[in-house]
């Protein structure tokens, strides 16, 4: 049976102002699996609106309850487990060990939360005035304007709402087309059955081609304070440019050009593992994917030939089976675009180790290549599926260069038995994130989370993503009457 889903507003379940519904489609069978009301511009207003009144409460609200919400919302999400799963399979094709890792993840982010609402914030200042005391004290901002994508639902779901809502804003999320459901209302059903008061937490839903229209009308209303954007760097960068003209801060978490760079001191076997997994875990689909395999050319042979061989093992298909590794893209037209990538770069000369061909519906084949070049549109553009490209280098000099190599710069996997040399190496990346020893996929609430150049500024995480939707006010405390000249 199809789901029916409404807008979160002001705490109701309702429809959208004309009407209209999108339909949400399972990727693997291509069945309508929901639909959902597809918010306009005057949806939005609304939705910011209730946010607004929520505001004064939310941000007053005692911070021991606004912890506890969140540790409910936790235990309530880990409990939900299973219905996860399969919601995530029917909107995005997630595989379950995606899905279960999306819900633990999703709900320590919620732990870390309420951890944050708590812990000590603001400083005591020095004061030059005589008998003065000064406060460096953080406060929430007003409403966020949360972009949630499809790729991680839950993960990202809950980053979009989690550190806004413990500083004390009220959100409004609008979810990915592609996982309204799992990415927002999925979300915003577990926080209101914990006890989050209505209007806190706004949802609006829409249709793929009103998309701009609405994200523009989000970030634009007057009422919306600061702006909180996960997804490509493409659309990043205009709602980077709205938030912008309008003088509104924004976190941006975008795209990834990412590297695993593998050292002649490497353990092969445990770098093939290591890159299998940075690779095509959820079938490429992760913003840290490692897109590209950088092998010492001591180490080239030996590694290809047990990456390949271990790649092309790889289970493929049904993501409702539980040793589906790859699984389908998040629809039949993002596999077409990748096999597209992939023949401009075999048609230009490109090598095919393993994989290629077309991919049957959303079900692209795990692939490798070989002797991709600059002109080829695979060396810089972001794979987002199940394809990477192995190149070979012989001294750090030229492994640092290829990895900075890209306008964007999230993680990068640098697999050595040498910490000392790793960190030497790292410090030379130009990313935010960089993991000695290990791929270049990994995820911690409590980290700060975020990259440099094309993929993006600010930080999510920890104490980061507090202090990223709050502001600092400086307050003074006269303890004895001021002299003035006049």
């Known amino acids: 049976m199809t789901v029916a889903r409404e807008l979160l507003i002001g705490g109701r379940n309702v429809p959208a102002a004309s009407g209209r519904t999108a339909e949400d489609v399972d990727p693997f069978t291509g069945e309508v699996y929901a639909r959902v009301a597809a918010a306009g511009p005057e949806d939005v207003a609304r939705a910011v609106e209730a946010a607004d009144a929520a505001f004064p409460a939310w941000a007053a609200f005692a911070p021991f309850a606004r912890r506890e919400i969140f540790l409910r919302a ?51 200042l020095t004061a030059q005035e005589e008998g003065a005391l000064g406060l460096a004290v953080s406060e929430p901002l007003g409403v966020v304007a949360a972009f949630a994508p499809w790729n991680a639902p839950l993960i990202l779901g809950v980053r979009a709402v989690a550190s806004p809502l413990a500083a004390g804003d009220t959100v409004v999320a609008k979810p990915s087309e592609n996982a309204p459901i799992a990415a927002g209302l999925f979300v915003a059903d577990v926080l209101r059955e914990a006890g989050l008061p209505a209007g806190v937490l706004n949802v609006v839903t829409n249709a793929v081609e009103d998309a701009a229209g609405t994200a523009e009308a989000l970030v634009t209303h007057p009422r919306v304070a600061a702006v909180n954007f996960t997804g490509s760097t493409r659309v990043g960068r205009v709602v980077g440019a709205l938030a912008a003209r309008h003088l509104k801060p924004a976190v ?14 490497a353990d092969v076997d445990y770098a093939v593992d290591a890159a299998t997994f940075g690779v095509f875990m959820n079938s490429g689909q992760i913003c840290m994917s490692g897109d590209r395999i950088l092998v010492h050319e001591s180490l080239a042979d030996t590694f290809t030939r047990k990456f390949t061989a271990k790649v092309a093992s790889l289970p493929a298909g049904d993501p409702g089976h539980p040793h589906t590794v790859i699984g389908p893209l998040v629809s039949a037209e993002a596999a077409q675009r990748v096999a597209s990538l992939v023949r401009d770069a075999v048609d230009a000369g490109a090598t095919v180790l393993v994989g ?83 791929q270049s996929v990994a995820d911690e609430p409590h980290a700060p989370f975020g990259g440099v150049k094309g993929s993006g500024y600010g930080r999510f995480g920890g104490h980061w993503g507090i202090e990223a939707f709050s502001h600092t006010r400086w307050v003074t405390i006269a303890t004895q009457r001021a002299r003035f000249p006049f």
């Open 252 to 265: 941006l978490e975008l795209g990834g050009k990412n590297a695993v760079v593998v050292f002649d001191d």
């Open 356 to 438: 290629g061909g077309s991919p049957k519906g959303a079900v692209h084949p795990a692939t490798v290549l070989s002797g991709v070049t600059a002109e080829m549109e695979l060396h810089y553009a972001e794979a987002f599926g199940p394809v990477c490209v192995i190149d070979t280098f012989g001294d750090d000099e030229t492994a640092v260069t290829l990895v900075n190599d890209t306008e964007s710069g999230l993680t990068c996997g640098i697999i050595t038995e040498n910490a000392t040399h790793g960190l030497a190496v790292a410090r030379r990346v130009h990313s935010g994130i960089v993991h000695i020893n290990n």
């Open 74 to 124: 936790a235990d309530l999400l880990d409990s939900r487990a299973e219905q996860a799963v399969a919601v995530m399979a029917r909107e995005t094709g997630a595989t379950r060990p995606w899905s279960l890792f999306n819900v633990s993840l999703a709900a320590n982010i919620l732990r870390e939360a309420a951890a944050a609402v708590t812990a000590p914030r603001g400083s005591v």
